[in-house]
C-alpha cells in the first residue's frame, strides 16, 4: 500500500432523507441494527412528498451507463428486518432515472473469485489481533529497532524479591532464532513477572478456559516452583493459580491449563518464581481455548468469524509493504541476524519457538505466530483461495532500491518453488513432509501467488518478475502468477508496467489504490475500456479514504462498474482489513477492534452485501439520469513541505494576458501569508519565505487573494535539508479542499499532483522524481479552467485534465439462477425515483430489498453502529416498474423470475 496522510476527514453537507415506498415496521426482533431498521420504517408516510420533491429541475446534464454485467450469487444477505413495501407502475411520476435491464443475460461470466480479503499485519492485525496470542513480547525479543520506545523487556514489570530479572542474549538462549530469553537469578524470595498483554490488558471471560505454556530451565537442584496467576490490574485473581515446577537445566515446555472464575478486560499475566539460583524463561504464552475453529496457536474467534462472515473468495496475503521493504537476505549468522526484513515465509513456519522475528515495517514487533501455515489453514477454514505475496526484489513504499545479488535473487527464486511445494507437495516431499508435520497432511492447493507489491522501479522489477515467472511455470505451470503495476492508478510507473505485462503476456496484473470519495464516484467506468485481450485485472487493494457511509458509498458506487467489467477485473480487494483502535498507522480499514470487542465499519457493511451477492452472469443494463459536471479550478495558492526544509521565493501569478494578480518576493515580510495547517516553522529568512522544521508534514500556508480558473503562477524553491522535496498548491480553498504539486516526494522517489477534497486525497498525475539539496529550482504552473501544465527549468514536467463528471448514481445487475439482482447505489442527498424496465421479463410480484442508507457522515464504531443492512419485502414488482432510492443508500432488488 502507498503512504497515507494524516487521518482524513470527509464532510458531506446535507442530511438524510429518509423516504421509501410505503414499507412497512420490521417485526420484533428482527433487526440487528434498530437504528438502521427504523430509519427504513420512519420512510412509511414520507414517500409521495420524497418521490414529488425529486421531480423538481435539474441542472445538471444526463448521462447514460455503458452495457452492465453483474450478476446475483445465491448466498443470500442475512435479513435484518421483516417489512413491506410497494413499487410504483411505471410512468406514475416523472422519474430521476431509468434503468433499463437488455432482454438476455448475456453479460460476461463473473469469477468465482470475484471478492476476497487482504490481510497485512499492519494497526497490529496480527500480533495483538488476528492472531489469539494474549501475551505481548513474548520471547524478549522487542528492540529498538521495532520501535525506539522498546526493549527486550517491553510488556512486562517486576515485583517482589531482591534478586535480578533481565533479558539476556547468549549461547544459553533457547535456539539460534530465539536469541533473548528472560533470566532470574533468585535469592530465596519469591520473584515475579507481569506481562499486561496488548493495549487495555487481557480480555479474559468467566468460565472460559486459557492455555498457558512456557519454555524453562532451572540449574536449582530441586528445580524451582512457579506460579501462574491471572488477575486484574488491582490484583484481583481471575483464575486459580496453576503450580509448574521448571526441574533440570535444559530447555523444556512446561502447559497448563488457567480456567477463569472472573472477567476482565484489563487482565494479567504473572509467573511467580521461588527458591534460589537461575531461572531461564522463554515463550511465556497464553492463548484462549476458544479459538477460531478451536485450533492451537490459533486466531481470535470474533475476528476470524467477522472475516469468515464475508465469504471471501480468496485471502491476498501476508502484504502489502511487509513483502518488499527491508533487507531481503535470511535471519542467520552469516548475514548478522537482520531485523527489519521483506516478510519471508521459510521464517514462518515450523515450532513456533523456532521461528524468528522481525521489525514490522509499521512501526512495531512482528513475532510470526501467526504465519504461513496458519494463513493456509484459515484460507481453507473459510472456504477461500489462498493467494500469497514473495518479494521480488526490489523494494518499494518510499525504499525503491532494487538488490543486486545474483545468488540471492536465485535462492528467492527456489524458496518460491518451495513455498509451492509446501502447499502442494506430497508428504514425502521435503516441504510437503513439513506441512504433514505441522498438522495437514493434505495439501493446501495452492493455484496463484503474486510476485512483489508496488515496485516503483518498473523495469528492475519486471526483469526479476520474469524470472520467478518462468521458474514457476517450468515446475508448476498451473499457478497462475500475478505481476503488478506499482502504487498508483496512473503515471509512468503503472503504464511502464502495464506495457511490460501486455508485451509478456501475463495473465493477470495487480492494481492498487487509495484515493477520495470523488475519484471513486468520477470512475465507474474505468475499466470499460480495458483491452479485452490483455491481462486480466487483480484489484488488490483499494479504498475511499475514510470510513464514513459516504465513503462506503462511493466505493459501493465503483463496484458496479467492477461487476459490468467482470470479464476484466477478474478478483478484487478492499484493504487492510483489521486495525486496533489502540494502534493504527493507517486509515480507513474494514474491522475495527479493541482486546475484546469488534466491529465492521460502513464499508464492511457494503462489502459484505456485495461479496454475499455477487452472482454467476452479468445482465446487460443501461441507465439514464443526472450526473455532476467538472467544475473550473478555482481557489488561492500555497506553499507547504513534508519532512522537508526549504525556500521559496519570487512568488508571482499572472493572467494570461499578463495582468499581475499576486506578486510577492517577501522583501516586506510574510503578511500575504496565512497558515493553514498549523505546522512547520515559517519565516523570511535573507530574503526568501523558509519553513526550517525538518520533522513537520504538510506544513500549508495559503497566499493571496482568490484567484480566477485562468491563470500562471511563477516562484523559485530551494530544498535546503530533509527527506523530500516542495508542495506548490494551487486552487486551494482550505486546509482540506485543494490541488498540490508534489516535487520530491515519497522519500523523494516520486513526484505528483494531488487533489484533496474534504481532506481525501487522489493523485492526477505520478512519475518518479527526485529534488536536489541546495539546488534552486524555477517553477511554472499554468491554470486553464480544469487543465494545468507544470513546468521546472522551463521544460514540461506534466499535465493534468480534472474534466471527469460525478456519477452519484450507479447500477448493475447480475444474474443468480432463477433470480436477477438490480444492485443500485445513490450517494447523493436526495432520493432518486427510477423507472427499472425489465424488457418484458415474467417476474414475481415481490421481491426482496436489502438498503443500507443513514447520515452520510455516520461511521460505525465500539460503541454504536447507526449503518447496517435492513432487509425488506417489495411489492408491486413488474416487468417495468418505478422504485425510489433512498438518499445516501446501497439497494439491492432480488428479484425473481418466472
Same mark, same amino acid.
Given at each position: 500500500?502507498? #503512504?497515507?496522510?494524516?487521518?482524513?476527514?470527509?464532510?458531506?453537507?446535507?442530511?438524510?432523507?429518509?423516504?421509501?415506498?410505503?414499507?412497512?415496521?420490521?417485526?420484533?426482533?428482527?433487526?440487528?441494527?434498530?437504528?438502521?431498521?427504523?430509519?427504513?420504517?420512519?420512510?412509511?408516510?414520507?414517500?409521495?412528498?420524497?418521490? #414529488?420533491?425529486?421531480?423538481?429541475?435539474?441542472?445538471?446534464?444526463?448521462?447514460?451507463?455503458?452495457?452492465?454485467?453483474?450478476?446475483?450469487?445465491?448466498?443470500?444477505?442475512?435479513?435484518?428486518?421483516?417489512?413491506?413495501?410497494?413499487?410504483?407502475?411505471?410512468?406514475?411520476?416523472?422519474?430521476?432515472?431509468?434503468?433499463?435491464?437488455?432482454?438476455?443475460?448475456?453479460?460476461?461470466?463473473?469469477?468465482?473469485?470475484?471478492?476476497?480479503?487482504?490481510?497485512?499485519?499492519?494497526?497490529?492485525?496480527?500480533?495483538?489481533?488476528?492472531?489469539?496470542?494474549?501475551?505481548?513480547?513474548?520471547?524478549?525479543?522487542?528492540?529498538?529497532?521495532?520501535?525506539?520506545?522498546?526493549?527486550?523487556?517491553?510488556?512486562?514489570?517486576?515485583?517482589?524479591?531482591?534478586?535480578?530479572?533481565?533479558?539476556?542474549?547468549?549461547?544459553?538462549?533457547?535456539?539460534?532464532?530465539?536469541?533473548?530469553?528472560?533470566?532470574?537469578?533468585?535469592?530465596?524470595?519469591?520473584?515475579?513477572?507481569?506481562?499486561?498483554?496488548?493495549?487495555?490488558?487481557?480480555?479474559?471471560?468467566?468460565?472460559?478456559?486459557?492455555?498457558?505454556?512456557?519454555?524453562?530451565?532451572?540449574?536449582?537442584?530441586?528445580?524451582?516452583?512457579?506460579?501462574?496467576?491471572?488477575?486484574?490490574?488491582?490484583? #484481583?485473581?481471575?483464575?486459580?493459580?496453576?503450580?509448574?515446577?521448571?526441574?533440570?537445566?535444559?530447555?523444556?515446555?512446561?502447559?497448563?491449563?488457567?480456567?477463569?472464575?472472573?472477567?476482565?478486560?484489563?487482565?494479567?499475566?504473572?509467573?511467580?518464581?521461588?527458591?534460589?539460583?537461575?531461572?531461564?524463561?522463554?515463550?511465556?504464552?497464553?492463548?484462549?481455548?476458544?479459538?477460531?475453529?478451536?485450533?492451537?496457536?490459533?486466531?481470535?474467534?470474533?475476528?476470524?468469524?467477522?472475516?469468515?462472515?464475508?465469504?471471501?473468495?480468496?485471502?491476498?496475503?501476508?502484504?502489502?509493504?511487509?513483502?518488499?521493504?527491508?533487507?531481503?537476505?535470511?535471519?542467520?549468522?552469516?548475514?548478522?541476524?537482520?531485523?527489519?526484513?521483506?516478510?519471508?515465509?521459510?521464517?514462518?513456519?515450523?515450532?513456533?519457538?523456532?521461528?524468528?522475528?522481525?521489525?514490522?515495517?509499521?512501526?512495531?514487533?512482528?513475532?510470526?505466530?501467526?504465519?504461513?501455515?496458519?494463513?493456509?489453514?484459515?484460507?481453507?477454514?473459510?472456504?477461500?483461495?489462498?493467494?500469497?505475496?514473495?518479494?521480488?526484489?526490489?523494494?518499494?513504499?518510499?525504499?525503491?532500491?532494487?538488490?543486486?545479488?545474483?545468488?540471492?535473487?536465485?535462492?528467492?527464486?527456489?524458496?518460491?518453488?518451495?513455498?509451492?511445494?509446501?502447499?502442494?507437495?506430497?508428504?514425502?516431499?521435503?516441504?510437503?513432509?513439513?506441512?504433514?508435520?505441522?498438522?495437514?497432511?493434505?495439501?493446501?492447493?495452492?493455484?496463484?501467488?503474486?510476485?512483489?507489491?508496488?515496485?516503483?522501479?518498473?523495469?528492475?522489477?519486471?526483469?526479476?518478475?520474469? #524470472?520467478?515467472?518462468?521458474?514457476?511455470?517450468?515446475?508448476?505451470?498451473?499457478?497462475?502468477?500475478?505481476?503488478?503495476?506499482?502504487?498508483?492508478?496512473?503515471?509512468?510507473?503503472?503504464?511502464?508496467?502495464?506495457?511490460?505485462?501486455?508485451?509478456?503476456?501475463?495473465?493477470?496484473?495487480?492494481?492498487?489504490?487509495?484515493?477520495?470519495?470523488?475519484?471513486?464516484?468520477?470512475?465507474?467506468?474505468?475499466?470499460?475500456?480495458?483491452?479485452?485481450?490483455?491481462?486480466?485485472?487483480?484489484?488488490?487493494?483499494?479504498?475511499?479514504?475514510?470510513?464514513?457511509?459516504?465513503?462506503?458509498?462511493?466505493?459501493?458506487?465503483?463496484?458496479?462498474?467492477?461487476?459490468?467489467?467482470?470479464?476484466?477485473?477478474?478478483?478484487?480487494?478492499?484493504?487492510?482489513?483489521?486495525?486496533?483502535?489502540?494502534?493504527?498507522?493507517?486509515?480507513?480499514?474494514?474491522?475495527?477492534?479493541?482486546?475484546?470487542?469488534?466491529?465492521?465499519?460502513?464499508?464492511?457493511?457494503?462489502?459484505?452485501?456485495?461479496?454475499?451477492? !455477487?452472482?454467476?452472469?452479468?445482465?446487460?443494463?443501461?441507465?439514464?439520469?443526472?450526473?455532476?459536471?467538472?467544475?473550473?479550478?478555482?481557489?488561492?495558492?500555497?506553499?507547504?513541505?513534508?519532512?522537508?526544509?526549504?525556500?521559496?521565493?519570487?512568488?508571482?501569478?499572472?493572467?494570461?494576458?499578463?495582468?499581475?494578480?499576486?506578486?510577492?518576493?517577501?522583501?516586506?515580510?510574510?503578511?500575504?501569508?496565512?497558515?493553514?495547517?498549523?505546522?512547520?516553522?515559517?519565516?523570511?529568512?535573507?530574503?526568501?519565505?523558509?519553513?526550517?522544521?525538518?520533522?513537520?508534514?504538510?506544513?500549508?500556508?495559503?497566499?493571496?487573494?482568490?484567484?480566477?480558473?485562468?491563470?500562471?503562477?511563477?516562484?523559485?524553491?530551494?530544498?535546503?535539508?530533509?527527506?523530500?522535496?516542495?508542495?506548490?498548491?494551487?486552487?486551494?480553498?482550505?486546509?482540506?479542499?485543494?490541488?498540490?504539486?508534489?516535487?520530491?516526494?515519497?522519500?523523494?522517489?516520486?513526484?505528483? !499532483?494531488?487533489?484533496?477534497?474534504?481532506?481525501?486525497?487522489?493523485?492526477?498525475?505520478?512519475?518518479?522524481?527526485?529534488?536536489?539539496?541546495?539546488?534552486?529550482?524555477?517553477?511554472?504552473?499554468?491554470?486553464?479552467?480544469?487543465?494545468?501544465?507544470?513546468?521546472?527549468?522551463?521544460?514540461?514536467?506534466?499535465?493534468?485534465?480534472?474534466?471527469?463528471?460525478?456519477?452519484?448514481?450507479?447500477?448493475?445487475?447480475?444474474?443468480?439462477?432463477?433470480?436477477?439482482?438490480?444492485?443500485?447505489?445513490?450517494?447523493?442527498?436526495?432520493?432518486?425515483?427510477?423507472?427499472?424496465?425489465?424488457?418484458?421479463?415474467?417476474?414475481?410480484?415481490?421481491?426482496?430489498?436489502?438498503?443500507?442508507?443513514?447520515?452520510?457522515?455516520?461511521?460505525?464504531?465500539?460503541?454504536?453502529?447507526?449503518?447496517?443492512?435492513?432487509?425488506?419485502?417489495?411489492?408491486?414488482?413488474?416487468?417495468?416498474?418505478?422504485?425510489?432510492?433512498?438518499?445516501?443508500?446501497?439497494?439491492?432488488?432480488?428479484?425473481?423470475?418466472?
Amino acid at each position: 500500500m502507498t #503512504r497515507s496522510s494524516a487521518v482524513v476527514r470527509r464532510a458531506v453537507a446535507g442530511l438524510l432523507v429518509a423516504s421509501i415506498a410505503m414499507v412497512t415496521p420490521a417485526s420484533p426482533g428482527a433487526a440487528a441494527s434498530t437504528q438502521a431498521a427504523s430509519q427504513i420504517a420512519s420512510a412509511q408516510t414520507r414517500l409521495t412528498q420524497a418521490a #414529488r420533491a425529486s421531480q423538481a429541475p435539474s441542472t445538471q446534464a444526463p448521462s447514460t451507463q455503458a452495457p452492465s454485467t453483474q450478476a446475483p450469487s445465491t448466498q443470500a444477505p442475512s435479513t435484518q428486518a421483516a417489512a413491506v413495501g410497494r413499487a410504483s407502475p411505471a410512468g406514475a411520476a416523472e422519474p430521476d432515472y431509468t434503468i433499463t435491464v437488455g432482454p438476455e443475460a448475456d453479460g460476461p461470466e463473473i469469477s468465482d473469485r470475484m471478492y476476497g480479503v487482504f490481510f497485512e499485519d499492519i494497526n497490529n492485525a496480527a500480533d495483538g489481533g488476528l492472531y489469539a496470542e494474549m501475551v505481548r513480547n513474548r520471547s524478549f525479543e522487542f528492540r529498538p529497532v521495532d520501535n525506539a520506545s522498546y526493549t527486550a523487556m517491553t510488556g512486562w514489570a517486576r515485583s517482589g524479591g531482591v534478586g535480578t530479572v533481565g533479558a539476556v542474549d547468549d549461547d544459553g538462549r533457547l535456539n539460534a532464532r530465539n536469541r533473548t530469553y528472560l533470566r532470574m537469578g533468585l535469592d530465596s524470595e519469591p520473584l515475579r513477572v507481569t506481562n499486561g498483554g496488548f493495549a487495555a490488558g487481557m480480555a479474559v471471560h468467566q468460565g472460559g478456559r486459557y492455555d498457558f505454556s512456557v519454555w524453562a530451565r532451572s540449574d536449582a537442584a530441586g528445580g524451582t516452583p512457579l506460579t501462574v496467576t491471572l488477575h486484574d490490574a488491582a490484583g #484481583r485473581a481471575l483464575a486459580r493459580p496453576l503450580a509448574v515446577t521448571a526441574a533440570g537445566d535444559t530447555w523444556t515446555k512446561y502447559a497448563g491449563v488457567l480456567r477463569a472464575t472472573g472477567s476482565s478486560d484489563a487482565g494479567r499475566l504473572s509467573v511467580t518464581a521461588a527458591g534460589a539460583g537461575t531461572l531461564r524463561l522463554d515463550m511465556i504464552s497464553l492463548f484462549p481455548r476458544d479459538t477460531f475453529h478451536g485450533r492451537p496457536n490459533g486466531l481470535r474467534a470474533d475476528l476470524a468469524r467477522k472475516v469468515a462472515d464475508l465469504r471471501p473468495s480468496f485471502v491476498r496475503f501476508p502484504g502489502g509493504c511487509l513483502v518488499n521493504t527491508g533487507s531481503m537476505y535470511p535471519y542467520d549468522e552469516a548475514n548478522g541476524f537482520p531485523r527489519a526484513r521483506a516478510y519471508q515465509w521459510k521464517d514462518t513456519v515450523g515450532p513456533v519457538e523456532t521461528r524468528a522475528t522481525n521489525a514490522n515495517f509499521w512501526g512495531y514487533n512482528q513475532s510470526y505466530g501467526l504465519g504461513y501455515y496458519e494463513y493456509f489453514q484459515f484460507s481453507e477454514d473459510i472456504g477461500a483461495m489462498p493467494l500469497p505475496v514473495v518479494p521480488a526484489l526490489v523494494t518499494g513504499c518510499g525504499q525503491n532500491r532494487a538488490t543486486d545479488d545474483e545468488a540471492l535473487l536465485r535462492r528467492h527464486i527456489q524458496d518460491t518453488l518451495d513455498l509451492i511445494e509446501f502447499a502442494n507437495g506430497p508428504q514425502t516431499s521435503t516441504w510437503g513432509s513439513l506441512r504433514a508435520r505441522m498438522g495437514h497432511p493434505r495439501p493446501f492447493g495452492l493455484t496463484a501467488l503474486a510476485v512483489g507489491n508496488e515496485e516503483n522501479l518498473p523495469d528492475q522489477y519486471f526483469a526479476n518478475f520474469q #524470472r520467478f515467472r518462468a521458474a514457476i511455470e517450468s515446475a508448476y505451470p498451473e499457478i497462475t502468477v500475478i505481476g503488478n503495476t506499482g502504487p498508483d492508478d496512473q503515471g509512468v510507473t503503472f503504464d511502464r508496467l502495464w506495457a511490460l505485462n501486455r508485451a509478456a503476456g501475463t495473465e493477470m496484473v495487480d492494481e492498487h489504490y487509495y484515493n477520495s470519495p470523488a475519484w471513486f464516484l468520477q470512475n465507474n467506468r474505468r475499466y470499460d475500456s480495458y483491452d479485452r485481450g490483455g491481462p486480466q485485472v487483480f484489484l488488490g487493494e483499494y479504498a475511499s479514504q475514510n470510513n464514513r457511509l459516504f465513503n462506503a458509498l462511493s466505493e459501493a458506487a465503483f463496484m458496479t462498474g467492477l461487476e459490468r467489467n467482470a470479464d476484466v477485473v477478474r478478483q478484487a480487494s478492499y484493504a487492510p482489513l483489521l486495525a486496533s483502535v489502540d494502534s493504527t498507522q493507517w486509515t480507513p480499514d474494514m474491522i475495527w477492534f479493541d482486546n475484546d470487542d469488534s466491529w465492521g465499519s460502513t464499508s464492511y457493511e457494503v462489502q459484505k452485501l456485495f461479496m454475499n451477492n !455477487v452472482g454467476d452472469r452479468v445482465v446487460p443494463s443501461r441507465a439514464t439520469g443526472r450526473v455532476v459536471e467538472p467544475q473550473p479550478i478555482t481557489g488561492a495558492i500555497g506553499l507547504s513541505t513534508w519532512a522537508t526544509a526549504a525556500r521559496y521565493d519570487d512568488v508571482k501569478v499572472t493572467a494570461p494576458d499578463g495582468t499581475v494578480l499576486f506578486a510577492d518576493d517577501f522583501s516586506a515580510g510574510a503578511g500575504n501569508w496565512t497558515p493553514l495547517a498549523g505546522r512547520g516553522t515559517w519565516s523570511v529568512i535573507d530574503g526568501a519565505y523558509a519553513q526550517t522544521d525538518v520533522t513537520a508534514e504538510n506544513t500549508l500556508v495559503k497566499g493571496g487573494p482568490t484567484l480566477p480558473s485562468e491563470y500562471d503562477l511563477t516562484l523559485t524553491a530551494t530544498k535546503t535539508a530533509g527527506n523530500e522535496g516542495f508542495l506548490v498548491a494551487f486552487g486551494l480553498k482550505d486546509v482540506d479542499n485543494w490541488y498540490w504539486w508534489n516535487l520530491g516526494g515519497w522519500n523523494n522517489t516520486q513526484g505528483a !499532483v494531488e487533489k484533496a477534497s474534504g481532506g481525501a486525497k487522489e493523485q492526477l498525475l505520478t512519475r518518479p522524481d527526485r529534488i536536489e539539496t541546495g539546488k534552486t529550482y524555477n517553477l511554472r504552473a499554468e491554470v486553464r479552467g480544469t487543465r494545468v501544465r507544470l513546468f521546472v527549468d522551463g521544460e514540461l514536467w506534466g499535465s493534468i485534465a480534472d474534466d471527469r463528471a460525478t456519477e452519484p448514481f450507479a447500477q448493475v445487475v447480475t444474474q443468480d439462477g432463477r433470480d436477477l439482482i438490480v444492485k443500485v447505489v445513490n450517494a447523493q442527498d436526495t432520493p432518486a425515483t427510477t423507472t427499472i424496465d425489465l424488457s418484458g421479463r415474467d417476474v414475481a410480484p415481490r421481491a426482496r430489498m436489502t438498503v443500507i442508507t443513514g447520515d452520510p457522515q455516520a461511521q460505525n464504531t465500539g460503541t454504536a453502529h447507526p449503518i447496517a443492512p435492513v432487509t425488506t419485502t417489495l411489492k408491486g414488482v413488474a416487468s417495468t416498474f418505478t422504485h425510489t432510492f433512498l438518499p445516501n443508500s446501497v439497494t439491492f432488488l432480488r428479484i425473481r423470475q418466472r
